[in-house]
């Protein structure tokens, strides 16, 4: 079996948010589809262990922000590779609070969708939340972040929580293209440094051998220094 045969199954960049009591969080999820036109409603699916689960369980209510296609990494490595648990994911980001009192992330997002759940089934690591549509608007008409653009343009991983992560062992053990130059690993989140592409987001151009890299260079995805990276086979 090819587990990257999954990586076939089309997904958008989605920011769910929740709240518990008077405290808000957020996470990257690529599962979110429409389940019924009437009612609206929608499915998520998020990992039991993650911090948004326990607040969506207690408010019973999410809301999710569609990605545009120049979603930057740093904001998809806030909400998709960092804990509510650890930092305060809403400090510096454009929100506004929605009809169901939850954040809704405007950088990036094209769209917005706010749900209350009616109901959920536990899968193994994750719950898929059933949400009723109570308000949903379209903000611009940018074009779309998919999961597959993420991957293949922004050189995005799944991060261990994701319903699409592939243990990394089972990845290297498929066929790669020769390169010449070396890459290297963040071992923090799994974001790999190709010198061949280099780090727009951060100024470096291609070509830019990672040994090249400034000292204070980071992780564009998690903020993890240059001694966290190892070289990628
Ligand atoms: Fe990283």
Not at 58 to 67: A, D, E, I, K, L
């Amino acid at each position: 079996m090819n587990p990257r045969t999954l990586h076939k199954i089309t997904y958008g960049m989605y920011i769910i948010c929740s709240k518990k009591d008077d405290s808000y969080n957020g996470q990257i999820a690529n599962a979110v589809i429409q389940v019924t036109a009437e009612p609206r409603t929608i499915a998520i699916a998020v990992n039991r262990d993650n911090l948004t689960h326990e607040y969506i369980l207690q408010s019973g209510v999410f809301t999710v922000s569609v990605m545009d296609i120049d979603c930057d990494m740093k904001l998809i490595g806030k909400f998709g590779f960092k804990s509510g648990r650890n930092i305060d994911k809403f400090e510096g980001i454009d929100y506004k609070i929605g009809q169901t009192g939850v954040p809704i992330v405007l950088n990036h997002a094209l769209a917005f969708i706010e749900a209350k759940v009616i109901d959920k089934i536990d899968i193994h690591t994750h719950t898929i939340f059933f949400g009723e549509v109570v308000d949903a608007e379209i903000l611009n008409e940018d074009d779309v972040m998919t999961y597959s653009y993420y991957h293949l343009v922004k050189g995005g991983k799944s991060p261990k929580n994701a319903p699409t992560y592939i243990a990394e062992q089972t990845l290297k053990e498929q066929p790669r293209k020769e390169v010449n130059l070396k890459k290297y690993e963040c071992n923090v989140c799994g974001y790999i440094y190709d010198p061949a592409v280099g780090d727009e987001e951060s100024g470096i151009p291609a070509g830019t051998l990672f040994e090249d890299l400034p000292d204070d260079w980071v992780c564009p995805v998690c903020g993890a220094g240059k001694e966290e990276f190892s070289l990628f086979h």
